[in-house]
């Protein structure tokens, strides 16, 4: 069954707030893991290396695919106008690039393929996904309203 895509990709180059748990759907954590694990093979499909999880940054997706679920807005900007560099520097963490994949699937049998396919369809997001110098992610999702949310976060990091 198809679902209905909403997609949405940003990049920043540099010098969370906790998920109100009534939006978390029991099967959240598993569809995220399922999404990462399809981004990277697209990447090992083209000889790129897999994207290293990085639960910090799993954190901060999760928190922001939660907040727009429970605030009902999708963007890369919140409400406050704070893009994901800016969450990046109130959670403390440190990159040389960040870039920010986003999904909003409803009524779908397979919400992180149908994602995950949307995403490499579209030439911004499948940039983010095939970035050689990406070699850290995090993936949220959270459901609310009858979607899914999902957010990702892409680092190099500070070597």
Not at 112 to 135: C, Q
Request: one cysteine or more; charged letters at 15%.
């Amino acid at each position: 069954m198809a679902g209905a895509l909403l997609l949405a990709t940003a990049c920043s180059e540099s010098t969370p707030a906790t998920p109100a748990a009534t939006a978390i759907t029991g099967e959240a954590p598993t569809i995220a893991a399922e999404a990462l694990e399809l981004v990277n093979g697209a990447r090992l499909a083209r000889d790129l290396p897999a994207l290293e999880n990085d639960a910090d940054l799993a954190d901060l997706a999760t928190a922001y695919s939660c907040r727009m679920a429970t605030e009902n807005f999708f963007s890369h900007t919140d409400p406050s106008g704070a893009a994901v560099d800016a969450r990046m520097q109130a959670a403390g963490l440190s990159y040389l690039k960040v870039g920010e994949n986003l999904a909003r699937i409803g009524n779908a049998s397979d919400p992180a393929k149908v994602a995950v396919d949307g995403w490499l369809e579209s030439p911004a997001h499948a940039e983010n996904i095939l970035r050689p110098d990406f070699t850290l992610s995090g993936m949220g999702v959270c459901g609310a309203g009858g979607a899914l949310y999902f957010t990702q976060v892409f680092v190099e990091p500070v070597q």
